[in-house]
């Protein structure tokens, strides 16, 4: 059985992909009960009543701001309360990198995931005991790597650091594609840069640089990262503010979730 944990967003902007989602659903026979997100809505009460109803795969509909929420409220409740569930995600407005981790690039894909129901088990990052991510955690500038005796950061001024579980940098068909693996027990710590734009480029009106490029990787059970600053805004699946010093630890194959095996 299912639940759709679909976000207020959703029903207000996206009517016509909803329809669509609810005929493609009913065609495979994955439909299931609704439950609209609003900002002050118990989900912890939603999924609990799911669980004890016999409804085990729980389906963000929305983007990567539903799916986190919905993602964190289930494995904070999984790890007091001792139950399992199936996670999945329905990508519906941006940004959808989590239903990419999945294999699942829009609806029918989705929905098609959900009828095969083949599940693979990933590995997830937790900042500070409070915070999972599924993806990657995001830390700004003048944030460093804190090991036993000594940090590492970066000497380029643009840059910043990443804790990945996926391959954020699109590192496919290089050696580097190979450290990003989601079930393998552990997270990479990226340091990574953004080369500067030259002269040439800004006298072009190119005021910004590429995209930025990985220079060091660590792999990692357990790190501490250091900010400059007492509160620090991170993007871990979405936008979170924590205090440092952070500590990322990975939980080993502590998700189940549905991914498109046809792009497997």
């Known amino acids: ?29 994955v439909s299931g009960r609704k439950i609209k997100l609003s900002r002050l809505f118990d989900i912890n009460v939603s999924i609990k009543d799911c669980i004890a109803s016999g409804i085990k795969t729980l389906v963000a509909v929305g983007n990567d701001a539903t799916a986190s929420r919905l993602l964190n409220h289930a494995l904070s409740l999984k790890k007091r309360e001792d139950f399992s569930f199936t996670f999945c995600v329905v990508p519906v407005g941006a940004p959808n990198k989590i239903a990419r981790l999945f294999d699942i690039q829009n609806i029918p894909d989705a929905v098609n995931a959900l009828a095969a129901h083949h599940i693979r088990t ?39 650091i990443s804790i990945c579980n996926g391959d954020m940098y699109h590192t496919k068909e290089t050696i580097a594609s190979k450290k990003f693996i989601p079930d393998d027990g552990i997270l990479e710590a990226v340091i990574a840069y953004r ?26 059970k357990k790190i501490i990262i250091k900010g400059a600053n007492k509160t620090v805004s991170i993007f871990a699946d979405t936008e979170k503010q924590l205090t440092s010093p952070i500590e990322a630890v990975v939980v080993s194959g502590a998700l189940e979730a549905i991914i498109n095996f046809k792009a497997q």
Do not use: C
Request: charged share 20%; net charge positive; hydrophobic share 35%.
């Open 195 to 220: 080369p500067s734009v030259s002269l040439w480029s800004r006298l072009r009106g190119k005021n910004e640089g590429g995209t930025y490029q990985p220079e060091s990787f660590f792999p990692i």
């Open 1 to 29: 059985m299912y639940a759709y944990f679909i976000d207020d967003l959703v029903y207000e902007k996206h009517h016509r992909t909803l329809d669509k989602l609810d005929l493609l659903l009913t065609q495979q026979g």
């Open 122 to 160: 990933f590995d997830v990052g937790l900042l500070n005991q409070r915070h999972y991510f599924i993806t990657s955690a995001i830390f700004p500038k003048k944030t460093a790597l804190r090991f036993h005796s000594y940090t590492v950061s970066s000497l380029h001024p643009d840059h910043h």
